[in-house]
């Protein structure tokens, strides 16, 4: 009598919904789009941000001749226009959004190119508007470094390379 209530009991609680988070890895949840930050390009214009498919951003790299992971800023000063992957972006939490956005941003704000002292110091800029306008310390930079190694894994950067521009973007962080 005693057993066959317990497992009654059971079975009522095995048919409850399964928190589906214990089962989610990297890019499996939609956690929304963050709205585009406040940017200004070195020209003192508002910088818009606009959503392409994932297909559409590698169709842009392949124009330049290079590949775009999750982004870019327009190459000219005097265009105020980045460009984000939303596809992908929306399936990585906010502190990483922020992050790439703010990124790129970097890129029309300060006018950085693309060579490796100007990625490192656009992630860098990143994280100083990070702490300073969204209040983010340790525990939000994990976050971003983890997905940051989870988009580079995704897309086949060799490890030699991850190291460093996770190490880049953990530097900035303090
Ligand atoms: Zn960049």
């Known amino acids: 009598m005693e ?6 009991a059971f079975l009522m609680v095995a048919a409850l919904p399964w928190p589906a988070a ?18 200004k390009s070195l020209m ?7 959503p392409v498919t994932k297909a ?15 982004g870019v800023a327009h190459p000219s000063p005097m265009v105020p ?17 922020r992050q790439i956005l703010l990124h790129e941003c970097a890129h029309k704000s300060h006018g950085f190119g693309g060579s490796q ?19 983010y310390g340790a525990k939000e930079f994990e976050t971003i ?4 190694r989870h988009i580079l894994e995704r897309e086949e950067i060799p490890e030699a390379q991850i190291r460093p521009k996770l190490r880049a973007v953990a530097a900035c962080a303090r």
């Not at 214990?22 to 940017?39: I, K, M, N």
């Open 3 to 8: 057993i066959s209530r317990l497992a009654a």
């Open 22 to 39: 214990a089962a989610d890895g990297p890019f499996d949840r939609d956690f929304g789009l963050v709205e585009a930050p406040a940017c």
């Open 44 to 50: 003192g214009m508002d910088v818009r941000f606009v």
């Open 56 to 70: 559409e951003l590698e169709g842009v790299g392949q124009r330049y001749g290079t590949v775009f992971i999750l």
């Open 81 to 97: 226009l980045v460009i984000f992957d939303h596809e992908t972006l929306r399936k990585t939490p906010h502190e990483f959004q």
């Open 117 to 135: 002292p100007e990625e490192d110091a656009a992630d860098c800029e990143a994280a100083k508007r990070l702490r300073a306008e969204f209040g």
């Open 145 to 148: 470094v983890a997905y940051t």
